[in-house]
């Protein structure tokens, strides 16, 4: 008898989806190869190639034949150097031992609902959210519960909002601050309420510090830093967008030591050590100058203070101004409902057939009438693909 073949995947993988986001950077792709120029608003990476000091630390690991395996966790010396640049940055005390460096800030974040979700633990999530925060807590079997803000406050969150959604199933609370895709930033003294609304009743408070530095006010700041902060903040950190390092993948998390045992542990079966080479990297941009980071953040301050003002002047686009990371989130709301244009993701696709720009549909964030343009990318693709964009919702509104 043959056997028969379950060709099925389980259900666990059932339980995330490819975002739509993938779809608009595939289809975006394939118009590029076919010779189309195509003004991509899509990718959220920063367009500034990686210092040459970073990239030096690297020729030289490899030079120095610093090509091994090396501890599932990270290098003590890379360890060290996260725990210093946080003291620095934020004045907080964090050990090697409370830090475990991860493929980059996904892997952390996947790594920490792995660790601490079980089955029907619920995960408050602030809306709009970054895409992957959703799938990662649906594969751990967890359930999210989405907090709507609200645009016309700046898609402001406040813990009043969080305590409304807390129950007794409540295990964690998700944010990012500055927000992919909005850019809004928590006030300071609603994340302290925030932080002290969850210590109190127990419940951990992830907080996604992918871009903590690149603030448009004001100076970076981690929650991690309060007083009695480390038992329940857990701290996922990323050298990805801070020092333009995307594909060098290097994260870390900063946790209670117990968790980051979990963490290591849960590494040495799956990827192992993050590359050796990259750690090398990664302990040239935590602990060598800091220079570029004003240099990217002050561009990016000029791309917004041009972008904001460009999407505002088309007619039925309303805008928020971003307090920091590199992101705008028009609510382009105007056109939808027309000539088959029924959701931003179809707002989308017909941007990308008429004019060959791409962005990313808002769904993907769990709204319903806004799309994400990245602006880390070239002040003239900027003009071009804006001009483009505002001939196609004057077609289309
Ligand atoms: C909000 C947020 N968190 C975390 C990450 C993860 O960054 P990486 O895995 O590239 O370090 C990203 C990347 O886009 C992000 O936007």
Redesign the pocket.
């Known amino acids: 008898m043959t056997p028969t073949l379950k060709t099925e995947t389980t259900e666990r993988i059932s339980r995330i989806s490819v975002s739509s986001t993938m779809k608009v950077a595939a289809d975006a792709d394939k118009l590029r190869r076919e010779g189309v120029d195509v003004v991509d608003f899509g990718a959220?990476?920063p367009d500034f190639p990686t210092p040459d000091n970073i990239k030096q630390a690297a020729i030289r690991a490899i030079e120095q034949n610093f090509t091994k395996y090396t501890p599932a966790a990270g290098t003590a010396e890379l360890k060290k150097v996260v725990c210093d640049r946080h003291t620095a940055d934020f004045g907080t005390h964090y050990k090697p031992s409370e830090c475990v460096i991860s493929v980059?800030?996904?892997?952390v974040?996947f790594n920490l609902t792995q660790a601490l979700v079980e089955n029907g633990d619920e995960v408050i999530i602030p809306v709009p959210y970054?895409v992957?925060y959703k799938d990662i807590v649906n594969y751990a079997g967890g359930k999210c519960v989405f907090v709507d803000t609200d645009e016309n406050n700046g898609f402001k969150l406040t813990a009043a909002m969080i305590e409304k959604s807390i129950t007794p199933r409540t295990r964690m609370v998700i944010i990012?601050s500055p927000?992919?895709p909005s850019g809004a930033v928590l006030d300071r003294d609603e994340f302290e309420k925030i932080f002290h609304l969850t210590s109190k009743r127990g419940i951990y408070l992830i907080t996604?510090e992918?871009?903590c530095h690149f603030l448009y006010e004001g100076s970076p700041y981690s929650i991690a830093s309060l007083a009695g902060a480390k038992e329940t903040v857990l701290v996922?950190g990323?050298?990805?967008?801070t020092y333009s390092m995307?594909g060098w993948?290097?994260?870390f998390s900063l946790t209670p030591e117990h968790i980051a045992s979990a963490i290591g542990k849960l590494q040495s079966h799956s990827t192992s050590n993050p590359t050796s080479i990259a750690q090398k990297a990664a302990v040239e941009a935590l602990s060598g100058p800091q220079d570029s980071v004003p240099v990217m953040l002050a561009e990016y301050r000029r791309r917004r203070d041009f972008v904001i003002p460009r999407l505002r002047q088309i007619p039925g686009v309303t805008c928020n101004m971003p307090e920091g990371a590199f992101y705008a989130y028009p609510n382009i709301s105007c056109a939808l409902g027309k000539n088959g244009i029924n959701n931003t993701l179809d707002f989308a696709n017909q941007l990308l057939k008429e004019q060959f720009v791409a962005v990313v549909p808002g769904e993907a964030f769990g709204t319903e009438q806004h799309i994400r343009i990245s602006y880390a990318t070239a002040m003239t693709e900027l003009e071009r693909g804006l001009d483009r964009l505002q001939k196609f919702i004057e077609k289309h509104a």
Request: proline fraction near 0%; aromatic fraction near 8%.
């Open positions: 959220g990476e980059g800030g996904k892997h974040l970054w992957t990012n927000s992919n996604d992918c871009y996922a990323t050298v990805s967008k995307t993948r290097i994260g």
